[in-house]
């Protein structure tokens, strides 16, 4: 495995792999990287033969007030478990490489941002799609892989790949959870004991409301009041809890063709963000013929 800076060397090590007939997968990350993002890297590993992970905490996706320069970083760690799941070559370049002196193109999705996390983290999606597509035009992947747990950036990536035409297939991966629920994330690693605990309301909440969708209910204003009796206690605030789309991310009145229960919250200074698939609730009939057969 190699570790490189420059785009250049990576664009390099990528002519080689395709020389010898090789598809390219990528798993872009901000690095701190734990279950969830190895299981991105194994399916890569799996799908591709050549598999290349950024680690690049991006300053453009974070506001001023956001914890940029607290993000967890931990390179030698995460390159051990990058090369423990057969990952050929991490590109892990500073700042001024991605965003040079004068860099000024940005690239702008202007729909699904609108909501859920998009108006609580003004210009966030802006950083994402420009670092995406940066890293897209560096590495020329045949896929992408992305997880579920960043259920709107996986949209967003996926329209902006489709809308400007872009020969890569985005592959979002199911979240990867702990033994007791709570969604992997680098940021977990702020919570202390008392906090995490806590945390635990996320996973519940959209537990609760899948069992009650699978159940047959259909109501959103149902859905939500379960999920908020069990978060709003025992979080120190809400940014949102919503149901949506699981396409064009705007709220529903009901989930009978199908939708995404999606919440983020505040713990303490830490901010977390969850979300589960809700199936098309079927009908009475339906789930009696299943049964039948």
Request: aromatic residues 6%; glycine residues 6%; contains cysteine.
């Amino acid at each position: 495995m190699k570790i490189v800076q420059h785009t250049q060397e990576v664009r390099r090590a990528v002519r080689e792999a395709r020389a010898q007939g090789k598809t390219v997968g990528l798993v872009p990350t901000m690095g701190a990287l734990h279950e969830g993002h190895l299981s991105l890297m194994r399916a890569a590993r799996k799908e591709t033969g050549f598999v290349v992970a950024s680690i690049f905490v991006n300053p453009t996706q974070f506001g001023p007030n956001e914890d940029f320069k607290r993000y967890p970083r931990a390179m030698d760690a995460d390159a051990r478990l990058c090369e423990g799941v057969g990952v050929d070559l991490i590109f892990a370049p500073e700042p001024r490489e991605i965003y040079p002196d004068g860099f000024a193109t940005y690239v702008v999705q202007s729909d699904l941002p609108d909501g859920l996390c998009g108006p609580h983290r003004p210009g966030h999606f802006r950083g994402v799609t420009t670092v995406v597509t940066k890293l897209f035009n560096i590495v020329q992947p045949d896929v992408a892989y992305f997880g579920q747990k960043d259920y709107q950036q996986a949209a967003v990536i996926r329209r902006m790949v489709r809308d400007l035409d872009m020969p890569i297939e985005v592959r979002v991966m199911p979240i990867v959870r702990e033994a007791d629920g709570l969604a992997m994330s680098s940021r977990n690693r702020y919570l202390s004991p008392a906090e995490r605990e806590r945390a635990l309301c996320l996973s519940r909440a959209l537990t609760e409301a899948k069992k009650l969708a699978d159940a047959g209910e259909r109501s959103t204003a149902a859905l939500l009041d379960a999920m908020n009796r069990i978060v709003r206690p025992a979080v120190d605030k809400v940014d949102y809890i919503s149901i949506v789309h699981p396409e064009t991310l705007r709220e529903v009145g009901d989930v009978s063709s199908g939708a995404v229960a999606a919440m983020a919250v505040w713990i303490g200074k830490t901010r977390l963000i969850d979300n589960m698939i809700l199936s098309p609730a079927r009908s009475r009939q339906e789930k009696n013929v299943k049964r039948k057969t």
